[in-house]
């Protein structure tokens, strides 16, 4: 099962009157590497946060983005509820003597009444909770990533089946190629020594067509793009859930080295009409496996 590295995932819960939003963005990237998005005061978990995707996400470029609105977190300070108590104990009797009242706005801009919560504390409330936030995002990332890998699966079988046709048609014109050079190099040779009354020797024609015969010989290069593109084909099929698009990416680059080195070899216009047709395929090929896990 191979699956696409592009995909969208978002988590969300409400506690303590806190809303806490987390969203996973994957798009293409040789080797994991992971962007972590926070508000300013939860600066430092970042690492354990970065810890969770990896467990999900083992390839691509990752960002997550996480949002906090309402609540304390939000507000960002905290009563001093024994501090304020004091005051009014002391202004209430001062207050009473002058004929004023006091009220609760009075107090707190006073020196303590209101303190910033403490920002470790803040760190060790949203850890957990955004620890699963992003495990539930980084799954939907994957539900999507599975989505699309079948679509380009289907893709690459159609890509593979037009090269397979291609080599087919090569594989059966690579001996008649042999048989057409025979034909024409006797037939130039009977032209060239009939000027002088001379025959062609059975053992000169067979010697120049064993010499281009081993010059122009492609079965080796024939064999391996086959071996190349049921490998592939096995890869892309495969359930197994390993990470496959480096490999993928390989045997895509010896299938297109394997198709020059048919079509520098072997001089046949049906053989070089092929090979333009295969690398074609194998160029869209390597464009769709670029998005594969």
Same mark, same amino acid.
């Given at each position: 099962?191979?699956?696409?590295?592009?995909?969208?995932?978002?988590?969300?819960?409400?506690?303590?009157?806190?809303?806490?939003?987390?969203?996973?963005?994957?798009?293409?990237?040789?080797?994991? #590497?992971?962007?972590?998005? &926070? @508000?300013?005061?939860?600066?430092?978990? $970042? %690492?354990?946060?970065? +810890? *969770?995707? /990896?467990?999900?996400?083992?390839?691509?470029?990752?960002?997550?983005?996480?949002?906090?609105?309402?609540?304390?977190?939000?507000?960002?300070?905290?009563?001093?509820?024994?501090?304020?108590?004091?005051?009014?104990?002391?202004?209430?009797?001062?207050?009473?003597?002058?004929?004023?009242?006091?009220?609760?706005?009075?107090?707190?801009?006073?020196?303590?009444?209101?303190?910033?919560?403490?920002?470790?504390? #803040?760190?060790?409330?949203? &850890? @957990?909770?955004?620890?699963?936030?992003? $495990? %539930?995002?980084?799954? +939907? *990332?994957? /539900?999507?990533?599975?989505?699309?890998?079948?679509?380009?699966?289907?893709?690459?079988?159609?890509?593979?089946?037009?090269?397979?046709?291609?080599?087919?048609?090569?594989?059966?014109?690579?001996?008649?190629?042999?048989?057409?050079?025979?034909?024409?190099?006797?037939?130039?040779?009977?032209?060239?020594?009939?000027?002088?009354?001379?025959?062609?020797?059975?053992?000169?024609?067979?010697?120049?067509?064993?010499?281009?015969?081993?010059?122009?010989?492609?079965?080796?290069?024939?064999?391996?793009?086959?071996?190349?593109?049921?490998?592939?084909?096995?890869?892309?099929?495969?359930?197994?859930?390993?990470?496959?698009?480096?490999?993928?990416?390989?045997?895509?680059?010896?299938?297109?080295?394997?198709?020059?080195?048919?079509?520098?070899?072997?001089?046949?216009?049906?053989?070089?009409?092929?090979?333009?047709?295969?690398?074609?395929?194998?160029?869209?090929?390597?464009?769709?496996?670029?998005?594969?896990?």
């Amino acid at each position: 099962m191979i699956r696409s590295m592009t995909g969208f995932g978002t988590a969300s819960e409400l506690v303590d009157g806190c809303r806490y939003v987390a969203e996973v963005r994957a798009v293409n990237g040789r080797y994991f #590497k992971c962007h972590i998005r &926070l @508000p300013e005061d939860l600066q430092g978990i $970042e %690492s354990s946060l970065e +810890e *969770v995707a /990896s467990a999900f996400l083992d390839r691509g470029t990752v960002t997550v983005t996480i949002r906090i609105s309402g609540g304390d977190m939000e507000a960002g300070a905290a009563v001093n509820q024994v501090a304020v108590e004091q005051y009014l104990k002391q202004l209430k009797p001062v207050a009473e003597a002058h004929g004023l009242a006091v009220q609760l706005s009075d107090v707190l801009p006073l020196p303590g009444a209101v303190t910033s919560e403490d920002e470790e504390l #803040k760190r060790t409330k949203a &850890l @957990p909770v955004l620890q699963k936030l992003v $495990e %539930s995002a980084c799954q +939907e *990332v994957n /539900s999507m990533r599975t989505r699309e890998g079948e679509a380009l699966r289907s893709e690459l079988d159609g890509l593979l089946s037009e090269i397979r046709n291609g080599l087919d048609v090569i594989r059966e014109r690579a001996p008649v190629v042999i048989e057409l050079y025979e034909e024409r190099l006797r037939q130039r040779m009977e032209a060239m020594l009939a000027t002088v009354g001379a025959t062609v020797k059975d053992e000169d024609l067979i010697r120049e067509v064993a010499v281009f015969a081993e010059k122009s010989d492609i079965a080796e290069e024939i064999s391996r793009l086959g071996g190349h593109i049921d490998h592939f084909q096995e890869l892309v099929a495969s359930e197994s859930g390993e990470p496959a698009g480096r490999k993928l990416d390989f045997l895509s680059q010896e299938m297109l080295r394997e198709t020059n080195t048919i079509g520098s070899k072997c001089l046949d216009s049906d053989v070089s009409r092929q090979t333009v047709l295969i690398k074609g395929a194998i160029d869209r090929l390597k464009e769709q496996v670029q998005n594969i896990r």
